[in-house]
């Protein structure tokens, strides 16, 4: 019997400490259908990974679990795969904060790098506020004996995303690599 993309949800990869937590809106249905993150060969993140001098060489998605030897996490802020994020609820994402704030209060990544700006508004609230790109202002998800994490901002790697193009998007993650190797955290340095 066949099982629907809808009922295929991806395991998040996380460890404590980790330099960076890499957090998407939601699992596709090419993702949930193949039960590994950003699987469909459109999505620009494991291309931008490697190009923008995160990773050693392009990780395949079946390789994503390969992400946690470079002490690096893989998350999406809701679990429910859907065909569009369009199709996630108010209430999915009310839940989904809830829950990866205690996440990343117990798992303490030094750096988040939101996958789009959808799933940072929804994980910190600032759902009106004008975003910028990159590395934000300030700490996030802090607890009285933990600062937060560095919060970093890419536009959507998704194939959908037509707001920004394929070079603005894959150049963020050179930033992002910059700031790892400034804090001394990138792996490859």
Known sequence: MLVDFTEKWLPTYIRRDLAVLFCGINPGRVSATAGYHYANPANLFWRGLYEGGLTPHRFAPEETARLLDLNYGITDLVS??????????????????????????????????????????????????????????????????????????????????????????????????????????????
């Open 80 to 189: 429910r795969p859907t065909r569009s994020s369009t199709d996630l609820r108010e209430d999915d994402f009310a839940t989904a904060a809830e829950q990866f704030v205690q996440m990343i209060q117990t798992y303490r990544p030094r750096v988040i790098c939101f996958n789009g700006i959808t799933a940072f508004r929804h994980a910190t609230g600032q759902k009106k506020t004008k975003i910028a790109l990159g590395l934000q202002s300030k700490l996030e998800f802090g607890t009285e004996v933990w600062p937060g994490s560095y919060v970093f901002v890419i536009p959507s790697t998704s194939g959908a995303n037509a707001s920004f193009s394929r070079e603005e998007r894959l150049a963020m993650f050179s930033e992002l690599s910059q700031f790892l190797r400034e804090k001394g955290w990138h792996p490859l340095s």
